[in-house]
T-cell receptor, first 112, second 110 residues
Framework: GAGVSQSPRYKVAKRGQDVALRCDPI?????LFWYQQALGQGPEFLTY????????KSGLPSDRFFAERPEGSVSTLKIQRTQQEDSAVYLC??????????FGPGTRLTVT | LAKTTQPISMDSYEGQEVNITCSHN???????ITWYQQFPSQGPRFIIQ???TKVTNEVASLFIPADRKSSTLSLPRVSLSDTAVYYC???????????FGTGTRLQVFP
């Protein structure tokens, strides 16, 4: 009964570096979500996939953020040319179609 | 999605009942009310969801008055392990994206 897993759990990047964050959803879950959580704040929606299709990317803060889910399972959130304001916890969640979302533990990104 | 307002923080002692109220004055007819719990260094976890009146599960109860402009999450006999942030969300049932506010930070003392 594995839940949603994310890797790495912690990532330190120097400003300007590219990072890639991985999400392994619960097997069989067609929907996958990425959220960004700043310190002391609630999670904020970034993007949503249904299988391999990215149906909503309205929350991505800039064109430096890119997400993919090429085979409808594992997803990667990529941030290019990281900035200090990108420091946050990045949460991944998965669900069956239109049902309760199950969250992973998150990846804490620190940009120095 | 309807905006929600909830207290920033609450304190309680072990064994007490805790009630966290959420205001959502602009709730729409097809909106449901959902509560999530988040422990430090973990992702949020679904607790309970309701539309009107009262919903109860093994973790909590959710009370929703007739006008649905507010709701109350009730945690019976809290323990230290209930220390967490609790988020109230309002939106169409099983919406594709969740809109979180800042939540209520509950601290339970021994």
């Amino acid at each position: 009964g594995a839940g949603v897993s994310q890797s790495p759990r912690y990532k330190v990047a120097k400003r300007g570096q590219d990072v890639a964050l991985r999400c392994d959803p619960i097997s069989g879950h067609v929907s996958l979500f990425w959220y960004q959580q700043a310190l002391g704040q609630g999670p904020e929606f970034l993007t949503y996939f249904q299988n391999e299709a990215q149906l909503d990317k309205s929350g991505l803060p800039s064109d430096r953020f890119f997400a993919e889910r090429p085979e409808g399972s594992v997803s990667t959130l990529k941030i290019q040319r990281t900035q200090q304001e990108d420091s946050a916890v990045y949460l991944c969640a998965s669900s069956l179609a239109r049902s309760e979302q199950y969250f992973g533990p998150g990846t804490r990104l620190t940009v120095t | 999605l309807a905006k929600t307002t909830q207290p920033i923080s609450m304190d309680s002692y072990e064994g007490q009942e805790v009630n966290i109220t959420c205001s959502h004055n602009n709730i729409a007819t097809n909106d449901y009310i959902t509560w999530y719990q988040q422990f430090p260094s973990q992702g949020p976890r679904f607790i309970i969801q309701g539309y009107k009146t009262k919903v109860t599960n093994e973790v909590a109860s959710l009370f929703i008055p007739a006008d649905r402009k507010s709701s109350t999450l009730s945690l019976p006999r809290v323990s230290l392990s209930d220390t967490a942030v609790y988020y109230c969300l309002v939106g169409a049932v099983n919406t594709d994206k969740l809109i979180f506010g800042t939540g209520t930070r509950l601290q339970v003392f021994p």
